[in-house]
């Protein structure tokens, strides 16, 4: 069974810096897409970033990007310019297939000071 | 453009009552259709998820149940429910094939 694991529950950053939240994840298969949420207060859930398995290039978008290490099943998320506004839990998923079943990390909170 | 609209945003039931939980989804055609539950301080869970219309796959033994009774509606019930049946329960669609999923605001379900 596929697994994604965020090894830390919480992460601090100030604001205009930079941070990068973690993720491994452990499968089988070769094909595959891996995301990253972002679950506000309002508890709604806002995709960040996709990355397709097969393309080797970092996907980015605005100021978040990730490091896509595919021999290593690692996936992080960088956040540049960090602020107030990227709080959040960020939520790390994993999904293949055409039904595709995510399945979520247990979640990073990020506060953003001042 | 496609929208996703899920209700209601909060209930409180006692144990042993009935539950439906509704989602629509419009401006898209034959969407699959997720139903998850985020219990408190955790990861999302997957329920339920379909790819037409009565099609439906469970994924963990539960006291729940969903349907699909047409094309862009996913209802979540439950004929009595349990207090460990609170939480916060998403509903999702897919658009297509190897596309995001896309989440309704929630329900926050409290069953006292």
């Known amino acids: 069974a596929q697994t994604v694991t965020q090894s830390q529950p919480e992460m601090s950053v100030q604001e205009a810096e930079t941070v990068t939240l973690s993720c491994t994840y452990d499968?089988?298969?070769?094909?595959?897409?891996l995301f990253w949420y972002k679950q506000p207060p309002s508890r709604q859930m806002i995709l960040v970033i996709r990355?397709?398995?097969?393309?080797?290039q970092n996907a980015t978008e605005n100021r978040f990007s990730v490091n896509f290490q595919k021999a290593a099943k690692s996936f992080s998320l960088k956040i540049s310019d960090s602020q107030l506004g990227d709080a959040a839990m960020y939520f790390c998923?994993?999904?293949?297939?055409?039904?595709?079943?995510?399945?979520f990390g247990t979640g990073t909170r990020l506060q953003v000071t001042l | 453009s496609q929208t996703i609209h899920q209700w209601p945003a909060t209930l409180v039931q006692p144990v042993g009552s009935p539950l439906s939980l509704e989602c629509t989804v419009e401006?898209?055609?034959?969407?699959?259709l997720y139903w998850y539950r985020q219990a408190a301080g955790r990861g999302l869970q997957l329920l339920f998820y379909?790819?037409?219309?009565?099609?439906i796959s469970s994924e963990v033994p539960q006291n729940l149940s969903a349907s699909r009774p047409q094309d862009r509606q996913f209802i979540l019930s439950s004929k009595k429910l349990l207090l460990s049946d609170s939480g916060f329960y998403l509903c999702?669609?897919?658009?297509?094939?190897?596309?995001?999923?896309?989440f309704g605001n929630g329900t926050r379900l409290t069953v006292t």
């Open positions: 990355q397709e398995a097969y393309k080797q």
């Open positions: 379909s790819v037409g219309i009565g099609q």
């Open positions: 998923a994993y999904s293949t297939g055409t039904a595709s079943k995510l399945t």
């Open positions: 999702a669609y897919q658009g297509g094939p190897f596309t995001p999923l896309h």
């Open positions: 499968t089988s298969e070769s094909d595959y897409y």
């Open positions: 401006g898209t055609s034959n969407p699959n």
